[in-house]
Nanobody
Framework: QVQLVESGGGLVQAGGSLRLSCAAS????????MGWFRQAPGKEREFVAA????????YYAESVKGRFTITRDNAKNTVYLQMNSLKPEDTAVYYC???????????????????WGQGTQVTVSS
């Protein structure tokens, strides 16, 4: 199990940028693939992006490809999500997740599996 704490959410205008951070704790954090998910009001939680253990491989949902970038710093046990060209439909609570799987398989992670943070709110105004 890994403990995860997200930060960096807030209110931003459409077209703006935000960077989310996810601080992880645990002795084997670097052996986990990491990912970001989001959940808008009245909708199911959806996959956003994932990154492999080394950071060499990434995977994105089509809706954010070209706008969002996921990175990780294993020395700091931290994963980042740089969000550019934000749209009102990006408004959601963003969750960080970790699991011992591939970055592509992270898209199938369910809230009942893996490790999850408490979430950080991102609101994009039009």
């Amino acid at each position: 199990q890994v403990q995860l704490v997200e930060s960096g959410g807030g209110l931003v205008q459409a077209g703006g940028s935000l960077r989310l951070s996810c601080a992880a704790s645990g002795r084997t954090v670097s052996s986990y693939s990491m990912g970001w998910f989001r959940q808008a009001p009245g909708k199911e939680r959806e996959f956003v992006a994932a990154i492999s253990t080394s950071g060499a491989f990434t995977y994105y949902a089509e809706s954010v490809k070209g706008r969002f970038t996921i990175t990780r710093d294993n020395a700091k046990n931290t994963v980042y999500l740089q969000m550019n060209s934000l749209k009102p439909e990006d408004t959601a609570v963003y969750y960080c997740a970790a699991e011992r799987t591939t970055e592509q398989a992270m898209q199938f992670l369910r809230p009942s599996s893996g490790s999850w943070g408490q979430g950080t709110q991102v609101t994009v105004s039009s």
